[in-house]
């Protein structure tokens, strides 16, 4: 994965992640939505298969969006740790 930052505000960002599909993407993008100072949390992929998505967030001036992003992919992590250690316990069942 490789990130970069293509735009950056106080309030707004756009950052292309390279290599990442649909389905990291909507994760991301629901862990940003939980956050209350996240107004806008979106990506687009403007060739499927092809191009790489970009993530657009917009915050309030409450919350810088880097901090927003960094929180929601903590989350989304901590989220995968806990449905592995409860497969993995289920799975030994």
Do not use: W
């Not at 490789?2 to 909507?26: A, P, R, W, Y």
């Not at 991301?28 to 060739?47: G, M, N, P, Q, R």
């Not at 657009?56 to 969006?65: A, F, G, I, M, Q």
Request: proline letters at 3%.
């Amino acid at each position: 994965m490789e990130i970069k930052i293509l735009n950056k505000t106080d309030t707004e960002i756009q950052v292309e992640i390279k290599g990442e599909s649909h389905t990291m993407m909507n994760a991301l993008k629901s862990c940003l939505l939980e956050d209350k100072a996240v107004k806008v949390a979106t990506y687009d992929i403007e060739f499927p298969g092809i191009s790489d998505p970009v993530l657009y967030v917009r915050t309030d001036k409450s919350e810088d969006p880097i901090d927003a992003i960094k929180v929601a992919a903590k989350k989304l992590a901590d989220e995968c740790d806990d449905f592995l250690k409860i497969f993995g316990k289920k799975a030994k069942a």
